[in-house]
């Protein structure tokens, strides 16, 4: 299948201060990129949908000029949490598709904490 | 009504044991459905895809019944390897819009 890194693994931060996280798809183009994030305890809750080039589509409650997307190539998405707070603190997870398929490649994972 | 439920768990078994996972959807206009597990602090990882008719894969079974609205799994002989938390997952429409179950957690004892 296909291989999508993400980085950093995990992250401490103080509250206020921004944290990008890359997502990159390694041996394929991905036309369609996904951003969830996952509460302790709780299942995955979609963020965030865009395709290459275009702006993201964000799910209801999820403040697009908080989490920030940039998707400006095939194989890269980037998610930036400016100004966070601990609330914040979750695991995140991006996952590319690829078009005329159902199927989905998840990233490893970003552990955030939110001092 | 969350959008997809799943038996709230947690589920010890023994080793060798059969145990059966339930998941139910309230969107009739569902495409597709999978089973994915994950471990602790990890990403989810795809298990099977879930056919109208039935599918197997060595010891995991999934069904499927759209009338009911309703996805099973069943893991024969259960090995330490399947402690985990399984997830059901439903594709609203075509094009990917994933929508994740609570999960279950399942613990295989020695």
């Known amino acids: 299948g296909a291989v999508v890194s993400q980085h950093p693994s995990r992250v401490i931060c103080k509250s206020g201060t921004s944290v990008k996280i890359e997502c990159r798809s390694l041996?394929?183009?991905?036309?369609?990129m996904f951003w969830y994030r996952q509460f302790p305890k709780q299942s995955l809750m979609l963020m965030a949908t865009?395709?290459?080039?275009?702006?993201?589509?964000?799910e209801q409650g999820v403040e697009k000029d908080k989490f920030l997307i940039n998707h400006a190539s095939l194989t890269l998405s980037t998610l930036t949490v400016t100004s966070a707070h601990p609330e914040d603190s979750s695991f995140y997870i991006c996952?590319?598709?690829?078009?005329?398929?159902?199927?989905?490649?998840f990233g490893p994972g970003t552990r955030l904490t939110v001092l | 009504r969350k959008e997809v439920e799943q038996d709230p768990g947690p589920f010890n078994v023994p080793e060798g044991a059969t145990v059966a996972f339930n998941c139910t959807y309230s969107?009739?206009?569902?495409?597709?459905f999978f089973w994915y597990r994950q471990d602790c602090r990890k990403e989810p990882k795809l298990l099977m895809s879930?056919?109208?008719s039935g599918n197997e894969d060595g010891r995991f079974t999934a069904q499927l019944n759209r009338a009911s609205q309703y996805i099973s799994l069943l893991i024969r002989d259960s090995k330490l390897s399947d402690s985990a938390t399984y997830l059901c997952v439903v594709n609203r429409f075509y094009g990917q819009n994933f929508v994740f179950g609570p999960g279950t957690r399942l613990s295989v004892l020695p």
């Open positions: 996952s590319y598709g690829t078009s005329g398929t159902d199927t989905q490649y």
């Open positions: 879930v056919y109208s």
């Open positions: 041996d394929f183009q991905a036309t369609t």
């Open positions: 969107n009739s206009a569902s495409q597709s």
């Open positions: 865009s395709n290459e080039g275009s702006k993201a589509t964000y």
